[in-house]
C-alpha cells in the first residue's frame, strides 16, 4: 500500500508516529517558511505541513503542489500547535510533518471547484462527473446508497431471500412506459427489449419455486425525464410465495424501519408503524396518490355548506356532483394588506390555472376576530354558514382559507399542487422528517377515455381483491385491487401488489384492458403456458433505489445519488452518448437510418 493510513484517521493518540499519506490537495497555504497542504481522501482530511528549516527537500516539493495533485507524504504526527486546533476537522488535533512529499500525479486547473461546495453549472457537473464526484458531499451521497444497497441484501438474506439475476435482453414487460428496444444481429428485423422491470421473470421465479426472491435491478423506461426519473434506473425488486398482502407489507414495513433506524438514525419517522391510507382518503384528502405528509394542508369537503352559499359557480357544482374543498393555509394573510393579499392569491390562481382550474375563491381571516373577513367570496356566505365553515376547517385569526370546485379531476390536481407550493411559502417542510406512509386499496383500473377501455392501475398481473372478484362482471371500474404504494414526503417509493396466479382469471384480465387473446398469447404465453403448471399465490414490491437514497441523502433529485446519470435529455454529456453508429455496425444489425434524421444531426 502506498499510505498506512487514511486522512480520516489520525488523532492525538498517533502522536510521534511516524506514518504514509497519499491522496488529492485539497488546499495549499503559503506562508513561506511553512507551507501547509490539507491532504484529502476518501476518508477526510489531514493538514500536513512542510517547514523550509526542518526538511528543505519537503519544502520545495511543497511549492510546486497545487489543488487536485494526487501526492504521497511521508512524515512524523505531531500536536497541532497551542490555538491553531481545529475542531470541525475530525483530524484537527494532529498535524502530520512531512519529512519527504511525492507528486504521483499532476492536475490542471480543475473547471468545477472540488474543494468548494459552491453551486454549480450542472452542465459542467456532468461533463467532468469524474471531478464532481471527487467532492465529499458526493462521495456521501454514493456511499450512502452502497450502504442502503448492502444493508438490503443482509437483511434479505437473513430473511429466507434469493438473490437472482434476470436478463437485461429480454422481452417487454410493460410497466406503462414506452420500451427501450435491442437489434439482434444474429436474428436479422427482431429487437430484445430492455426490461422495465423484471415482473414476468420473478412471477416465473416464484413458478419455479423460489419462494423468496430478490434482486437489485437494473430497469430501462423510455419516459421523458424529470427531477426523480432517469431513463434507466434501480430498482430493489421483491417476490414472495405463499402470501397475502399483509405479509408484504410487514415485511417491507420491516425493511423501512431498519433501513432508517441502521442509515438515518438522525431523521424522525412520521410515525410508526407506518400510516395506511385508502386511494379514495389520499385523493380526496391530498389530491395524489403519493401525498407529502410532512405538513397537514388537508383539503377539507364543504360541498355541503358552499353549495347553499349565494355563490353561483359553487351552486351550479354541488348540483352537479362537483366538489367544493377548502385547504386552510395556516396564518397566511396575517397582516397582509389588501394589495398583499391580491398579489399573493394572484400568484396562486396563476399556479392552479395550469392544471385546469377556472379561477381561485378565498377568504382571508382576520387577525382582530371582531373585523369582517376579505376576499372575493366572503359575503356570499350568511354570518350561520361562515360560522359552519370556519369550525368544519378550524379556522384561527390569520388564516388563508383557499377554495377549489370543479371535476373530481380537477380539484384533486388543484389540491395536490396548492399543498406543495403553499408547505414551500409557509415553511412547513421539516427537513428531517421522514412521511413513510402505504397506500392501498387502488381501484384496479382506470378508465380510459380515448382508447374507451380500462387500463390496469398497476399492470395487468395485479390482482384483484377476492372480495371484489365479481364486480369484474358487474362494474370493473369499481374493483379494488390488491396493489399497494409505498410513500415518502412526496414520491413513491415503491408499489407492487397480490399477482394473479391463476390462468383463467389471468385470461379474463386481458379483454378489459383492451388486449385480443391472440396478442396476449403473442406478448405473454410463456407465463400464460408457466401458469398451468402449478403456481403458488404470490406477490411482491419494487422499491425505487434513487428516490430512496435521494431522500435519504436531502438530495433535490436523483441525479445526485447516481454516479453517472442522464441529462434531461437522456444523454450522457461526458462520454457524449448516446452517439451515432458505423455504417459497418448499421449493416451488421440490418438496420437503416432514415436520412432526414441524420442530415438533421
Ligand atoms: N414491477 C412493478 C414495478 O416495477 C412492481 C411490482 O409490482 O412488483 O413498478
Known sequence: MLKTHNCGELREEHIGESVTLAGWVNRRRDQGGLIFIDLRDRWGMTQVVADADGTPDAHAVAEQVRNEYVIQIEGKVRQRP????????????????????????????????????????????????????????????????????????????NRGFVEIETPILFKTTPEGARDFLVPSRLNPGKFYALPQSPQQLKQLLMVAGYE?????????????????????????????????????????????????????PEKKLLSKPLRRLTYTEAMETYGTDRPDLRYKLEAIDVSDIAGKSAFAPFQQNVADGKPVKVIRAPGMAG?????????????????????????????????????????????????????????????????????????????YAVVDKLRRELAERLGLIDPQLLAFCWVIDFPLFIWDDEAQRWDPSQHMFTAPMPEDLELLDSDPGKARGTQYDLVCNGYEIGGGSIRIHDRELQEKIFPLIGQTMEHATEQFGHILEAFEYGVPPHGGIAWGIDRLAMIFAGAPNIREVIAFPKTQTGADIMAHAPSYAEPGQLEELHIDVVADVLEEA
Open 335 to 411: 397582516q397582509l394588506s389588501g394589495t398583499a393579499l391580491r398579489k399573493v392569491t394572484g400568484e396562486l390562481e396563476t399556479l392552479i390555472r395550469d392544471v385546469g382550474a377556472k379561477g381561485l375563491g378565498y377568504i382571508a381571516m382576520p387577525l382582530d376576530e371582531t373585523a369582517e373577513v376579505k376576499g372575493p367570496i366572503g359575503n356570499k356566505f350568511t354570518v350561520e354558514q361562515k360560522l359552519a365553515l370556519f369550525e368544519r376547517v378550524g379556522a384561527e385569526p390569520g388564516d388563508l382559507l383557499l377554495f377549489t370546485s370543479d371535476t373530481r379531476e380537477i380539484v
Open 212 to 264: 423468496r426472491y430478490f434482486q437489485i435491478a437494473r430497469c430501462f423506461r423510455d419516459e421523458d425525464l424529470r427531477g426523480d426519473r432517469q431513463p434507466e434506473f434501480t430498482q430493489l425488486d421483491l417476490e414472495m410465495s405463499f402470501v397475502e398482502r399483509e405479509d408484504v407489507l410487514q415485511l417491507n414495513e420491516g425493511l423501512v424501519l431498519a433501513l432508517v433506524e441502521a442509515l438515518v
Open 82 to 157: 497551542d490555538g491553531t486546533e481545529n475542531p470541525e476537522l475530525a483530524t484537527g488535533a494532529i498535524d502530520v510533518v512531512a519529512d519527504t512529499i511525492t507528486i504521483l500525479s499532476k492536475s490542471k486547473t480543475p473547471p468545477i471547484y472540488i474543494n468548494k461546495e459552491d453551486r454549480m453549472d450542472e452542465t459542467m457537473r456532468m461533463q467532468y462527473r469524474y471531478l464532481d464526484l471527487r467532492r465529499p458531499s458526493m462521495q456521501n451521497n454514493i456511499i450512502l446508497r452502497h450502504r442502503i444497497v448492502k444493508f438490503i441484501r443482509d437483511y434479505l438474506d
